[in-house]
């Protein structure tokens, strides 16, 4: 939903940043708000190992490297949105541990 109110349009895309580049936004600044959100349940390491985990991008399931490559290719998606007048971007989300694993941490850091 757009509702032209202020100077920001701020779009949302999993997993990785994309945004509707449309006339009606040229007047504005333009934020990719939310992106990311790559899962990767550590055993061992989770909240509860009994919950169903989840996460936007979907888990990874090769681990670590991954996970490692899926959030570069996000972060390159965002530096040609940059190019194209993108003016900030916001990674989803760093902490997010629990049932929704899409966090970059673990939940004993």
Do not use: C
């Amino acid at each position: 939903n757009f509702w032209p109110v202020g100077h920001i349009v701020d779009a949302h895309s999993y997993p990785h940043p994309d945004f509707p580049f449309e006339s009606r936004f040229d007047e504005y600044v333009k934020v990719m708000g939310e992106f990311g959100g790559h899962g990767w349940a550590v055993h061992g390491h989770l909240w509860s190992a009994s919950t169903e985990h989840w996460g936007y991008g979907r888990l990874s399931e090769e681990g670590r490297d991954e996970l490692i490559g899926r959030y570069q290719e996000s972060v390159r998606a965002l530096l040609t949105l940059k190019k194209q007048g993108i003016a900030a971007g916001i990674y989803t989300q760093t902490t997010d541990v629990e049932s929704e694993v899409n966090g970059l941490l673990t939940y004993d850091r």
